[in-house]
């Protein structure tokens, strides 16, 4: 029962993820989303953040996972993978330089069907992982999705990078004979 634009801002928030930012929907076509926000804030479909993960951009959340469920789930496959792609080449323009915003584009990507792209952002992810103390299980875990969307796609190129990578990660850990295996 929305009005148009703001169940078609709904929907591409509902892409983007539980958070969202302004800018995304601005990369996904919406020119000015401040008012169908505040709209949407004001029915109590969103929330403003206090803070944000993106420096520059305002941050909203869905106030219920339903309410994001359904909007998802009305948006057409082929459109959601298109805007998957779209938020994914967003995240990784704001070259923050975190794990987390590698791992978020990775997912992106993998859902837009963009496996070689979210292989590498895996890379990324579990190469950055690497250099932070303690991190040996979490690096591993993104260099392992990366070497699996790798192989699922044939390619020799990004399967040989993440299975050195995953050399060197358990060789800074000690393990050498897992080291020796990749």
Known sequence: LLPPTERDLLQKAAVV???F?????RALGAETPEVPLVY?????????????RFSGFREYAFRHA???DVAYSMTPGARRREMHAAIAAWIESRETGSIEDDVL????F????ASNAAARAYIR???????HYNAFEEARRYLQAALGL?????????????????GQVYARNAQHTEAEQY
């Open 17 to 19: 993820g539980e958070t």
């Open 40 to 52: 949407l804030c004001t029915r109590e479909f969103l929330r403003l953040q206090p803070t944000s």
């Open 21 to 25: 930012w302004d800018g995304a929907l």
């Open 66 to 68: 339903l309410v994001r």
């Open 150 to 166: 790798a192989e699922a796609l044939g390619d020799d190129v990004v399967r040989r990078d993440a299975m050195g990578h995953i």
């Open 125 to 131: 992810a579990g190469r950055r992982a690497s250099k």
């Open 105 to 108: 584009a990775a997912r992106h």
């Open 110 to 113: 993998e859902a837009a069907g």
